[in-house]
């Protein structure tokens, strides 16, 4: 009996190991990503997205709009080029039938202290450590122009929002134009809402598939513009 129910426990643990450790579930990030088209729009992998502030930042704020449903029109990282031969990047559009929302991302953390009119914004963590960042609102303003020129559109076309992430706090933000939105990311759903709820039509379906296929040709850029882009940008932080 002994020798019986020794075998029965070796069978059994063989059986355990040829299988392999336990699965593990999958990290709520990846599920996240995996579930959004983030990766077709914008060409960044899973590991260049959950592993980079910056892009897992522009994902946040796509996966939100994605869900806001498939009349809206998004595209990510768009890099239009600009009179002098440069270009600047949009980090996200969306186009819908109220008009164009251009989203400028700060993954940052720590306390934002920012003015509309001031030419820098500063980022402040304990115990005193403190950086100065370019204006966002003056950044996405300079997006916007670019894509007024090129798509022929006026002002009231336009909605400017700059989020930032949940981990930090908005402390003094001071903003005048009534076109532009400075939000933490789990307000943006709410604040999108209401404001695309107050304005007029201005597309039709047709019209927000055009604007689409025009701009969705600057998306996917090669990393040498990538790079020619960045080492423009240089000069806007002097930290």
């Not at 960044?44 to 522009?58: A, M």
Request: some cysteine.
């Amino acid at each position: 009996m002994e020798i019986i129910l020794f075998f029965l426990l070796v069978v059994g643990l063989c059986k355990e190991f040829s299988a392999g450790p336990p699965k593990q579930k999958k990290p709520k990030r990846h599920n996240r990503y995996q579930r959004t088209a983030y990766n077709d729009a914008s060409g960044n992998s899973v590991f260049d997205t959950l592993f980079d502030d910056g892009n897992y930042g522009e994902f946040l704020i796509y996966s939100c709009l994605e869900d806001m449903g498939e009349e809206h029109k998004l595209l990510a990282n768009v890099y239009l080029p600009k009179g002098d031969g440069k270009t600047t990047e949009i980090d996200l559009i969306m186009i819908s039938a109220t008009g164009i929302y251009v989203f400028e991302s700060k993954n940052y953390s720590g306390w934002i202290f920012g003015d509309e009119n001031s030419r820098y914004w500063k980022q402040i963590f304990r115990g005193g450590r403190h950086y100065q960042f370019y204006n966002p609102i003056w950044q996405n303003k300079k997006h916007i122009g670019v894509l007024k020129q090129h798509l022929g559109l006026g002002d009231e076309v336009f909605r400017s929002y700059i989020v930032f992430s949940e981990r930090c706090v908005l402390k003094n933000m001071f903003v005048y134009s009534p076109e532009v939105k400075v939000m933490n990311q789990d307000m943006l759903a709410c604040e999108i809402v209401e404001d695309m709820a107050q304005r007029p039509g201005l597309f039709t379906t047709l019209e927000i598939e055009q604007i689409y296929n025009e701009l969705n040709r600057y998306t996917q850029a090669d990393e040498e513009t990538k790079q020619a882009h960045i080492d423009a940008m240089k000069w806007r932080n002097p930290y």
